[in-house]
């Protein structure tokens, strides 16, 4: 007799909310947090840490075309530009299962990009659309690049772009964890009240008038590595090479810039999570590699934004 098993294919990690505003908050002069409500928003991920989703925004015909179902990235490329809605990348500030709420928090700059300018103007009952994180799904947390392993001293280093990703951690971790958060932040009063453990100092750098991005940041990072993490001299020649031409390659005219290594146990030395501007990325990656000698694979580094280039779609 001839049985035929058909296995039912496993539940994709991403999906489509349908939300609407809820609330808008002003956290600082930067940051603005909006709250998302849904009718299927219990069913969202709730594995937090840098969890990543797409905001996805309205158009002149709202959301009339966009298309929901797990294929949706397919169809929305199929219809023509003009019908397209944009969407934007963001890290899940909390979620609420119970309230079926989600909130996000963006780092206003002015209405140059579509997802600023509508975060800008957010209202209640204005209406969204998340790809987000399918709780029932087996891959619910592939959308995290957080993963220290048994790494026990922790670097989160970024700008505004990263600081709700790094508050989420910050939330998250072991309450034995160990470490620095480091956060570059337009202005003085952007520092955001955040639970970190105990062990890990939070530092908020504000730019000055005339201060690119970065340059806060940098020495403050370079100078915390150079006194708190041993280099990793056991590195293979050939590991070395190889670590050198990968820092080589994330230019960041030459390509994405993103590496998110899994996190490995070498006796409690430093894991280091780095996202933001995609220059001062690269920077602060090569630093962490080249000169401290810290093996490439404690350090993830995620290039959040490039000045003077839309996020690709
Ligand atoms: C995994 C991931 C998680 C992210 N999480 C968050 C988050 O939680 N909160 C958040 O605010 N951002 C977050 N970002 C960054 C955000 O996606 C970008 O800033 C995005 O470009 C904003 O879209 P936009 O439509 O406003 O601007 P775009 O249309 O993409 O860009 C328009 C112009 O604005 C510039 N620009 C973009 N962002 C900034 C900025 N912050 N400051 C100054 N100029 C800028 C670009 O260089 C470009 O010239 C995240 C990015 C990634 C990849």
Redesign the pocket.
Known sequence: MLTSVVEAAPRPAYRSYRTSVARVRRLTPTFTRVTFTGHDLDGFGTAGL?Q?VKVVLPNAAGFAHFPDGDDWYRAWRELPAEQRN?F????V?AVRPAEREVD????L?GD??????WAGAAAPGDEIVLIGPDELSPDRTSGIDFRPGAVETVLLAGD???A??ICAILEQLPRDAAGIAIIEVPHPDDAIDVRAPEGVEVRWLARAAGDAHGDRLIPVVRDWVARSCTPDDELAPSEAALALADAERADPDDGPLWDVPEGRSLDGDCYAWL?GEATVITTLRRFLVREARLDRRRVAF?G????????LE
């Open positions: 840098d990543r944009p934007r990348t963001y890290t500030r996000i928090d963006f780092a700059h140059l990009g579509p997802a600023s300018a505004e772009t990263a709700p990703a996202a995620m959040y934004w490039r000045r003077g280039r839309a996020e």
